[in-house]
């Protein structure tokens, strides 16, 4: 075989053994998703209520979030990291090498218009929905390997992402920065912790299948 074709072969192998496994990238996901759930509704209910005494600079909102980002995946990469001991697996398998090349251009994508945009102006709702839109096409750029409950919270965001530029919702949404927290709340927070139920149920109810029914 030539080179090209050891590639893809090797590539058609590593999204096998994904879509074999999918049950235990589900597992995984579920709890960081609700620890990430339930972080973001603390920090959003948090700054909501310190926004009568002085509100953050666009800088410094999105520094803030970051350091939330790096929280909630430092703890998903804790539980990869248990689990691949667990099963004797290497931490850094093809699976994970292939997520992060399918995640890496729209999060840095995301990750850099919010920075710009956070330096040339204080719309904070814009920094917000480029988030939620950028990391609903991460999720969706795993759509040939990942189960499709990891899918439906990516279009999740990504429909909430391209909903909150529509100028009907931005007529509803009130001030700038109170309507960037609500947003969070929302998408980060709220869509998490329906997510995370809703694999947890699947999981309790579906236990020797490993078939999510999606």
Known sequence: M?????????????????MERAT???ALSAPAALAAGVLTLLVSGLLLRMEATGRLSSGAFVWLWLAVLALATGFNFFLLYRSAGRR???????????????????LLAGFILSVLGASQTSNYRDIVSFWALFYG????????FA????????A???????LSF????RALNGRDYQAALVNMALTFGALHLIYAIC????????????????
């Open 156 to 162: 999740g965001f990504f429909v909430c992402g391209l």
């Open 2 to 18: 030539t080179a090209p074709e050891l590639d893809a072969a090797a590539h058609l192998k590593t999204i096998r053994a994904l």
């Open 166 to 169: 529509m100028p009907f919702i």
């Open 88 to 106: 004797g697996d290497p931490f850094a398998t093809a699976g994970m090498k292939m997520a992060l090349r399918a995640v890496a251009p729209p």
């Open 137 to 144: 096409l991460s999720l969706l750029a795993m759509g040939s």
């Open 24 to 26: 235990v990238y589900r």
């Open 147 to 154: 189960p499709r409950s990891l899918l439906a919270l990516g």
């Open 199 to 214: 694999v947890f149920r699947m999981q309790r109810h579906q236990p020797e299948t490993g078939d999510d029914g999606a």
